[in-house]
């Protein structure tokens, strides 16, 4: 048990459309960063956010876009939903200690 | 850039038998290391980390993993598989992201662990 909540679970959605996932982070945790974990391979780095703010960014376009909370939760947005989309979504808080606990994930499945 | 190669794709082994799932690291510094195990659909769980001091590193559920720096490698063991073990392991090197250090991680691509009876 990480502390780090991830909603919804599962989700199915078609192409074109906007989608939210949510996270809950440790207290504490002033770090979140959100992976995108397509089937059969290893976590890719979206994005961090440290003190609400982006301060770190992968090979994501622009449709994917973040918010952090003062409360340690996090949203991820995406906008215009592509096939390609379809994957796990993780995302992490990190301790002082610079380690990184995971979500459970959200399923998301774009027809 | 800062990597990590798993060269192992799929390993199989029987339950009591020992265990090594290889990392190859590339990096500019001396790297803090990781190791996570996946359970089919689940998130990632931390098993240990190296980030200096002695190279041999002791985790969670008995595994350890040799920090080796002449072969840039940080190798998984266990002296003794359980069928628990059975899922995907991913070894993980960190790096920096818009200025704030270790706050990016970058995955190998992943072992599956088979653990026959």
Do not use: M
């Amino acid at each position: 048990e990480t502390g780090v909540t991830q909603s919804p679970t599962h989700l199915i959605k078609t192409r074109g459309q906007q989608v939210t996932l949510r996270c809950s982070s440790q207290s504490g945790h002033n770090t979140v960063s959100w992976y995108q974990q397509a089937l059969g391979q290893g976590p890719q780095f979206i994005f961090q956010y440290y003190r609400e703010e982006e301060n770190g960014r992968g090979n994501f376009p622009p449709r994917f876009s973040g918010l952090q909370f003062p409360n340690y939760s996090s949203e991820l947005n995406v906008n215009a939903l592509e096939l390609d989309d379809s994957a796990l979504y993780l995302c992490a808080s990190r301790s002082p200690l610079d380690e990184q606990f995971f979500g459970p994930g959200t399923r998301l499945t774009v027809l | 850039a800062q990597s990590v190669t798993q060269p192992d794709i799929h390993i199989t082994v029987s339950e009591g038998a020992s265990l090594e799932l290889r990392c190859n690291y590339s990096y500019g510094a001396t790297p803090y290391l990781f190791w996570y195990v996946q359970s089919p659909g689940q998130g990632l769980q931390l098993l240990l980390k190296y980030f200096s001091g002695d190279t041999l590193v002791q985790g969670i559920k008995g595994f350890e993993a040799e920090f080796k720096r002449s072969q840039s490698s940080f190798n998984l063991r266990k002296p003794s598989v359980h069928w628990s073990d059975a899922a995907e392991y991913f070894c993980a090197v960190p790096g920096n992201a818009g200025g704030t250090s270790y706050g990016k991680l970058t995955f190998g691509q992943g072992t599956i662990l088979t653990v026959h009876p």
